[in-house]
């Protein structure tokens, strides 16, 4: 929408601190996407329906791999870290471009809202850091599609490590907003680079599990006197 665009821009300007529809609310719990209670539902999931769900399915595929190919066990850790990797850029680019790509197509700006902003919005509700499992079992079953049709039986090894990705990645930003921020170096800089996405600019820290990504591209959050959050 329109607003979205122009608020984008008068944040840049350094005009107002955040943009509205990015904007954590006094109370950080709630919102909804649908007036209809049922509807409603099915857009909330608590954590550890998704982590089950996904652990339970990656060792199913990945058991149906080893019964219908004869790969090494080289072969197979390589294309699982391959699909690991791959779910971090698949993170940050989805992240980035779709997510926090400000438009003024109602439609992308709906998506946008459904999926992240609402977020956004109430930060802290722990029905909404992870995918619900519906959309959640349609999107990785055409990924697994998708590289079926790319690397064929590879891709029983493949969207396991790409799944694992995943399951790293709503187990973290549950944690991060959840949890205090750890004392841990590593784990503490990805806590306050994700808190600084969320409550001061959310135009740089889109790597959740991994800053890696933010690296390569330059978008790591920065203080006021240009160095790196940490």
Partial sequence: ??????DYIAFKKGEIKIPEHLKPQKKEYGGRLFKNDLLEKFTRTPIWIPQ???ICLSALVLWQGFTITNISIIGTIIIIFLGFVSWSLSEYLVHRFLYHTET??????????NGHSIHHLYPKDPTRLAMPPL?????????FGLFWLIMGKFAFFFWPGFMWGYLAYITFHYAQHRFRTPKYPPLRRLW????VHHYKDPYVAYGVS????????GTLAKDDSGKIVK
């Fill in 1 to 6: 929408m329109k607003k979205n665009v122009k």
């Fill in 52 to 54: 089950i769900m996904f």
């Fill in 104 to 113: 003024n197509s109602d439609a992308l700006t709906r998506i946008q809202h």
């Fill in 135 to 143: 959309p959640a079992l349609i999107l990785s079953s055409m990924f």
């Fill in 192 to 195: 306050k680079q994700h808190m």
């Fill in 210 to 217: 991994t800053q890696l990504w933010d690296f390569v591209f």
